[in-house]
């Protein structure tokens, strides 16, 4: 990888994460918070497919996903996020290497992939429903009551498929 490469991963990833940033905003209406899984990885995807049409070396994607997941631990967000992006960008790469990094259609499923570290988010709402809203209080009791009831324990798989 060349000093090019390394600022295409830089450039697009501080674009793909104030998209998803601004995006985010519309959690703050439950309804749209498991949307979230859906919204993201459409609208964030527009600056995601013009990446891979500059990524030609393996890594650029695995960075890119790595670099996602430290920026949801940096906002507030845990963990599980950093984890999935990790293995997520690393199979995102490896689908994308395999069409040679020019497949169109492996340009689409590698997005897909990609986009896994999105649904990473809402574990501690699955698992750890007390913790993660113990440190959102601020959001009120109304917010918590309905979130609580759009996005149940089987909503996980939903929202990662």
């Known amino acids: 990888m060349k000093g090019k490469d390394l600022i295409n991963i830089g450039i697009f990833s501080a674009i793909y994460f104030v998209i998803v940033f601004i995006i985010a905003m519309l ?6 918070l498991p949307l979230l899984a859906v919204l993201v990885p459409m609208i964030a995807g527009i600056p995601f497919m013009l990446f891979l049409t500059r990524v030609k070396k393996f890594g650029m994607i695995w960075i890119m996903s790595i670099i996602m997941g430290i920026m949801m631990l940096l906002t507030g967000m845990s963990w599980p996020p950093l984890v999935v992006s990790v293995f997520s960008g690393l199979l995102a790469e490896l689908v994308y290497k395999s069409g040679n990094y020019k497949s169109a ?10 986009s896994l570290w999105v ?18 209080q601020n959001y009120g009791q109304d917010y918590i009551d309905t979130v609580t009831k759009l996005m149940p324990t089987w909503m996980c798989p939903v929202t990662f498929i």
Request: proline fraction near 6%.
């Open 119 to 136: 649904a990473a988010n809402f574990l501690p709402l699955f698992f750890a429903a007390d913790t993660y809203w113990s440190s959102r």
């Open 105 to 114: 259609a492996k340009a689409v499923i590698t997005n897909g992939v990609f």
């Open 27 to 32: 959690g703050m209406i439950p309804i749209f």
